[in-house]
């Protein structure tokens, strides 16, 4: 993605009246995300060691910051990408029934990252993951939980208002789902991105289900790590896949803007059938590999919601750095300086 200057910027708060912003979207949005999913607030790491399979590796092809340890003869540790199966192996930690589940502060360095409007090389975001019985493992119930979030983001986004009347509202009432496959034979013409952007524009927020299986074109919509989210086993609608994102309109930038991505994790056996298909089964013998395939983990749900970009959204904002603390190129403080976007 290019970096995007909007025809007519306007800024809604100058930046020391952002900063207030900032905090109180925070505090106001895991305070209804918690009291919404059931979840308790646990002190995450911000690296772990590299042999031990708890760091995301993403789409497989981004390097993750690493540095030796001294103390540990060496050995590597690595600035995790995000939580995704950490979480899951302190719900076990802490024998969190089902029904209930932790929430953290995530915090990230992406260094192969595009840096643009939405994109940094500082990531932030609220890790969340919830114990569920193996009933619970269907469409039905990761629809119920997006409905959820998004209802926890409806209400910030109101809060928004209550403190900002000139930053009206956006969101619509309700969410609406989509599989990535139906996306695909409506438009098949276009790439992923360029769907996404269709969707997002006519009905304002979706939830975008199937992220990671090959679809009908031999192509996956996107990229998607074969160890945490489930996106091969079949669901209720006939397509493949028990994860997605929250993908919303964004009306500054005129595109659309991913908020969450988050699913229903694997199981033993669709953790076996992702690692097949990818062709990297030598994982199982890392250490959160084989507990999960021991069956030693519970079944649960969980996700990731970037703090920066729904402040961005919220505060309708043109560039995530105008809600964060990052380094950008010169020429793109230059560019954003010259449209009245004021990067921290």
């Not at 905090?23 to 772990?48: C, H, W, Y």
Request: hydrophobic share 40%; net charge negative; proline share 5%.
């Amino acid at each position: 993605m290019a970096l995007i200057i909007p025809r007519k910027y306007n800024q809604k708060l100058l930046p020391e009246t952002t900063e207030v912003a900032i905090k109180m979207i925070k505090d106001t949005f895991q305070r209804n995300l918690s009291e919404s999913l059931g979840l308790r607030r646990v002190t995450a790491p911000l690296f772990v060691l590299a042999d031990t399979g708890f760091n995301d590796d993403l789409n497989g092809t981004e390097r993750a910051v690493a540095f030796p340890v001294k103390a540990l003869g060496d050995q590597k540790a690595e600035v995790v990408h995000s939580l995704a199966k950490w979480k899951r192996y302190k719900l076990m930690a802490y024998d969190i029934a089902p029904g209930y589940g932790l929430y953290t502060d995530m915090n990230a360095i992406r260094a192969d990252e595009d840096l643009d409007n939405l994109h940094s090389l500082y990531v932030d975001q609220w890790d969340w993951e919830k114990t569920i019985e193996e009933k619970d493992r269907n469409l039905p119930y990761l629809k119920a939980t997006v409905e959820k979030i998004y209802e926890a983001i409806r209400s910030t986004e109101r809060h928004v208002f209550a403190c900002f009347p000139h930053i009206t509202p956006r969101l619509p009432e309700k969410i609406t789902f989509i599989h990535t496959e139906e996306l695909l034979k409506r438009y098949p013409d276009l790439d992923s991105s360029q769907r996404e952007t269709m969707a997002a524009k006519e009905y304002g927020a979706i939830f975008l289900i199937g992220i990671g299986a090959r679809l009908s074109n031999g192509k996956p919509h996107d990229g998607r790590a074969p160890d945490y989210d489930d996106w091969i086993t079949p669901n209720d609608d006939g397509y493949k896949g028990l994860n997605g994102d929250i993908i919303v309109w964004d009306s500054v930038l005129e595109r659309s803007i991913e908020l969450s991505s988050m699913g229903i994790r694997v199981s033993p056996e669709s953790l076996r059938s992702q690692l097949e298909e990818r062709g990297c089964l030598d994982r199982a013998d890392l250490d959160f590999h084989r507990r999960l395939l021991a069956g030693e983990l519970p079944y649960s749900v969980g996700g990731g919601i970037g703090q920066s970009r729904l402040c961005m959204f919220l505060l309708q904002k043109a560039h995530i750095g105008e809600v964060q603390a990052s380094i950008w190129p010169p020429e793109q403080i230059e560019r954003c300086r010259a449209a009245g976007i004021t990067l921290m």
